[in-house]
């Protein structure tokens, strides 16, 4: 069993910010790409950043998010995290941890329960 829990949403004012902390763990397995989506009301998902397990790690950002937040990660300790600066109130959504990892050959996608981020005065 994998189990993949983020953290670290809450309310904060516009200018403010956040970090939010995400780590997979259960069954053995090896990390492909950790990263962010989010989902605000009456919107579709999207991708907010994404980083790759090898090398010092590749990075991929939405271009709303670039200059302002960082995905960093940990793979010792199977985490990502997600800083936020300069929050908006178009950033508030539901924040969720994804994770593409290998459980042997097998290639899955695992999803977290999502934390709320609200920006807002």
């Known amino acids: 069993q994998v189990q993949v829990v983020e953290s670290g949403g809450g309310l904060v004012q516009p200018g403010g910010s956040l970090r939010l902390s995400c780590t997979a763990s259960?069954?053995?397995?090896?990390?492909?790409?950790m990263g962010w989506y989010r989902q605000a009301p009456g919107k579709q998902r999207e991708l907010v950043a994404t980083i790759t397990s090898g090398g010092g790690g590749s990075t991929n950002y939405a271009d709303s998010v670039k200059g302002r937040f960082t995905i960093s990660r940990d793979n010792a300790k199977n985490s990502v995290y997600l800083q936020m600066n300069s929050l908006k109130p178009e950033d508030t959504a539901v924040y969720y941890c994804?994770?593409?990892?290998?459980?042997?050959?097998?290639?899955?996608?695992?999803w977290g329960q999502g934390t709320q981020v609200t920006v807002s005065s």
């Open positions: 994804y994770a593409r990892l290998f459980r042997g050959v097998v290639l899955n996608d695992y």
């Open positions: 259960g069954s053995i397995f090896i990390i492909s790409t």
